[in-house]
């Protein structure tokens, strides 16, 4: 069964520093990634995705992703944290073998302090 | 850019009501999407839908019904409200069937059962 864990329900960092937001998941087979975030009162807006090749995956915003297949992870991170970056952070995954599921982490709120 | 539109940001209803919630899309998306979100829970599947008139259950559809007659457009019926149905519904769109775009969500609705 597909599965995707953020062990982490807040992260808080200062402005300026880099972040990083964890993401492990199970699937079937190759994966396709996804991180999504969601600012208060708000749908989820898509920020980046993996399908296959290069394991760093750049997306809006500035933030970028390191797909790790050994470990199974889908970490989120920034170089440089903005106040503006504070929202709820969702990993996602679905197997790229076909069909309509995509799993969503229970999610990371990131506060990022001026 | 993708527009998925939900018809209510706040609702209150009453226990025992039929509760419908609306969502449109305009990008001729064929899959649609209805989840609820609840803190620390992320987002649930209740169903979907990859076709006019088809629609297939998700992880919780309990409680819960769906119809889709038009591709733009996906209800989610709420047969007779309850209480421990008070959440956040976010509907969304996607491209294709079991392929690697990502999914565009509403900004969701708001609502309680009381």
């Known amino acids: 069964a597909q599965s995707v864990a953020q062990p982490e329900d807040q992260v808080n960092v200062a402005e300026g520093n880099p972040l990083t937001v964890k993401c492990t998941y199970s699937?079937?087979?190759?994966?396709?990634l996804f991180w999504y975030v969601q600012y208060p009162n708000r749908g989820l807006q898509f920020l980046l995705k993996y399908i296959t090749g290069d394991n760093l995956v750049k997306g809006s915003y500035g933030f970028e992703a390191e797909f790790n297949k050994s470990q199974t992870s889908f970490h989120l991170k920034k170089p440089s944290a903005l106040v503006s970056d504070s929202a709820l952070y969702f990993c996602?995954?679905?197997?790229?073998?076909?069909?309509?599921?995509?799993?969503f982490g229970a999610g990371t709120r990131l506060f990022v302090k001026a | 850019d993708v527009k998925v539109t939900q018809s209510s940001r706040y609702l209150v209803k009453r226990t025992g009501e039929k509760v419908f919630l609306e969502c449109v899309q305009d990008m001729d998306h064929e899959n649609m999407f209805w989840y609820r979100q609840d803190p620390g829970l992320g987002l649930r599947l209740i169903y979907f839908?990859?076709?006019?008139?088809?629609?297939e259950k998700g992880d919780i559809p309990e409680g819960y019904s769906v119809s889709r007659e038009k591709k733009e457009r996906f209800s989610l019926i709420l047969e007779s409200a309850s209480t421990n149905q008070t959440s956040m519904y976010l509907c969304?769109?996607?491209?294709?069937?079991?392929?690697?775009?990502?999914?565009?969500f509403g900004d969701g609705t708001r609502l309680s059962i009381l």
């Open positions: 699937v079937s087979g190759n994966p396709y």
């Open positions: 839908s990859y076709d006019v008139k088809m629609k």
């Open positions: 969304a769109s996607s491209l294709g069937t079991g392929d690697s775009q990502p999914q565009h």
């Open positions: 996602a995954v679905r197997q790229n073998t076909g069909g309509f599921k995509t799993i």
